[in-house]
Nanobody, 121 residues
C-alpha cells in the first residue's frame, strides 16, 4: 500500500558531495517522521538523520555539520545532502517513513530498498 524509493547514491571521492532523495507513494493519509539510516558491511543499521512533519531535525553526531536533511511535504519526499564525505560514510543508506495509510488510524514504519554510497579515492 505504501512504497518508499530512494535514489542518488553512487561513488564519490573523499571530500565530495552527494544528494539522496526518497519519495513515498501509495495510499498515504499522512506522514509523520521521515529519516535516513545507514548500514555498513558487518555492522548494524544506524540512524543518520530524521525530520518530522513540522521540520524538526535530529542528526547522528558523526554527521552533524556535514549532512543536511530536508523535506517537501507536498511531494512526500525527503532529501539528504551529504557534504565533506569520508570513507567511513560508505554504507547502504535506507529511507524510512512513518505513514498513516488511508483508512487506518495507526502509523506504520516503511523502508526503502536502500541505495549504496561509496566514498573512495
Amino acid at each position: 500500500q505504501v512504497q518508499v524509493v530512494e535514489s542518488g547514491g553512487g561513488l564519490v571521492q573523499p571530500g565530495g558531495s552527494l544528494r539522496l532523495s526518497c519519495a513515498a507513494s501509495g495510499s498515504i493519509g499522512s506522514i509523520n517522521t521521515m529519516g535516513w539510516y545507514r548500514q555498513a558491511p558487518g555492522k548494524q543499521r544506524d540512524l543518520v538523520a530524521t525530520i518530522t512533519s513540522g521540520m524538526g531535525t535530529n542528526y547522528a553526531d558523526s554527521v552533524k555539520g556535514r549532512f543536511t536533511i530536508s523535506r517537501d511535504n507536498s511531494k512526500n519526499t525527503v532529501y539528504l545532502q551529504l557534504n565533506s564525505l569520508k570513507p567511513e560514510d560508505t554504507a547502504v543508506y535506507y529511507c524510512n517513513a512513518v505513514v498513516r495509510v488511508i483508512g487506518n488510524p495507526l502509523f506504520l514504519s516503511y523502508w526503502g530498498q536502500g541505495t549504496q554510497v561509496t566514498v573512495s579515492s
